[in-house]
């Protein structure tokens, strides 16, 4: 990992995230590229001068004694008055990073006129999504929760690659429902087979019956080590969900553990649960039988 592109609008949130992208880059040595939008407000020239006063000052007060000391010019600042949704696709066309890190709270202007994002207008970059309370700690437990039956190779490759760099140990998570009760075998059989594809010596592989995904990461995380949460799907849907402020039950893991999301075309629901994604496959298949 190389570059990190991490986006700010100088909310309490963005101070945590930023703080988090710092330590992050230092454990894996990589460079920063901080970013500001007026979401598409227009930016005069005093503005604008404004903006990068504020930015640069934003950078330097924020990042950690360590790395101001050993590398003081690690970071590029950038603006832009373009649209959050606008400018992180052309922002990683143009400069490439290897990964993306924003406070939660972005989602809701990324949001704003439609339910969900997809994830491949950000030319497939895996975003790490920093909740408010969360408190960077040198990863050592990474949680991949997927569907063992519906895979894909790149996104297996990929999650491999950064666990190396983070020298982390990799838990995959499988929740299933009660009607999949009947195809426990199948899963298991998967999950087996994803976990000797992992070529991570800690990986290990875990499935829980539990409807609600959301629900199901919290339990998790109250009786098990997380660092990060993983997820690969095609869209934001999820991630919103995740940080959702009215599911009261998983307060305490939707502020404290961030997640990353990764792409991946799904070939079925994204939690093997998610009401909103079949309701997403409903459509398309009435779309193909009305097209036969």
């Keep these: 990992m190389k570059k990190i592109l991490v986006l700010t609008d100088f909310s309490e949130n963005s101070v945590n995230a930023y703080r988090y992208a710092v330590q992050l880059a230092c454990q894996v040595d990589a460079n920063i590229l901080l970013v500001f939008s007026s979401d598409g407000e227009g930016i005069s020239l005093t503005k604008q001068m404004q903006y990068s006063q504020m930015l640069h000052s934003f950078a330097k007060r924020y990042a950690c004694d360590s790395r101001q000391k050993n590398n003081p010019h690690h970071l590029e600042c950038l603006i832009s008055g ?20 924003a406070g939660s709270g972005l989602l809701t202007h990324l949001q704003k006129e439609t339910e969900v994002i997809s994830l491949q207008l950000f030319e497939q ?93 919290e339990d998790y995380a109250q009786h098990n080590p997380v660092d990060l949460f993983i997820l ?12 959702q402020p009215s599911y009261l039950k998983t307060q305490s ?36 039988t009305e097209n036969i």
């Design 232 to 243: 690969a799907t095609k869209d934001s849907h999820l991630t919103h969900h995740y940080f």
């Design 82 to 101: 373009d649209a959050w949704a606008e400018a992180i696709p052309l922002l990683i066309q143009v400069h490439q990073p290897d990964m993306v890190v």
């Design 125 to 217: 970059c895996p975003i790490i999504w920093v909740p408010e309370k969360a408190s960077y700690q040198p990863l050592k437990d990474l949680v991949f929760v997927t569907d063992f039956t519906d895979q894909d190779p790149a996104v297996i490759d990929l999650l491999e690659k950064f666990a190396d760099q983070v020298k982390a140990a990799i838990t995959l998570l499988h929740f299933y429902s009660r009607t999949d009760r009947n195809h426990l075998a199948e899963i298991k059989k998967r999950g087996a087979e994803l976990h000797w594809i992992l070529k991570n010596n800690q990986a290990k592989y875990i499935f829980i019956e539990e409807e609600d995904m959301i629900e199901g990461l």
């Design 253 to 288: 893991c939707q502020t404290a553990i961030p997640l990353l999301n990764l792409y991946q075309e799904k070939k079925k629901a994204c939690a093997g649960n998610c009401s909103f994604c079949h309701h997403d496959h409903a459509d398309n298949a009435l779309a193909v």
